[in-house]
């Protein structure tokens, strides 16, 4: 099964590689793993995707929480969340084929952000069904070139910080360290 936490860690470098080398050295497989700023500026977020087939979802939220740069780890697999994936996709793709392309793309929400004489760059977000439901459709046209993001998640509702109830109180299945 796969697990999806939420981690704020402290904004500066090589938080990324201890992180990644904790996951190496305990053999947990990571799916995706996907960082960027928070809305502190001396914080970051880290929405990491794991296979827990091997190892519990609760041991790899615990081996985070001992590293001093993370402040917090939540399991948000089974709590009300928007999940989102981004992926650019360079299609092969004529002229003469851009508006039917146009109109595929659009079906599905996406939009074609950059136009070549022999391609277009597709922009595709959305759950991770939908983004490879449009990547399917584009493989025969001739994908030449794709990147995806992995996952980013935020908890549904009224928290903020991640996990926190409006009224100060911790949320389920969330743990900060001091």
Known sequence: MKHTLVARVQDQPGVLNRVASLFRRR??????????????????????????????????????????????????????????????????????ERAELAGLVSIFRGRIVDVAP??????????REKVDGLVELLRPRGI????????????????????EQANGRQAENTEKVS
């Open 27 to 96: 053999a947990f497989n990571i799916e995706s793993l996907t960082v960027g700023g928070s809305e502190t500026p001396a914080y970051s977020r880290m929405t990491i995707v794991v296979d827990t087939a091997r190892v519990p979802a609760h041991l790899v939220a615990a081996n985070l929480r001992k590293l001093v740069p993370v402040t917090e780890v939540r399991d948000v697999t089974h709590v009300p969340t928007v999940e989102r994936d981004l992926a650019l996709v360079r299609v092969r793709c004529e002229p003469a």
């Open 118 to 127: 022999d391609s277009v760059i597709v922009e595709i977000t959305g759950d």
């Open 144 to 163: 030449t070139e794709m990147v995806r993001t992995g996952k980013v998640a935020m908890v549904r509702g009224g928290s903020a910080e991640g996990g």
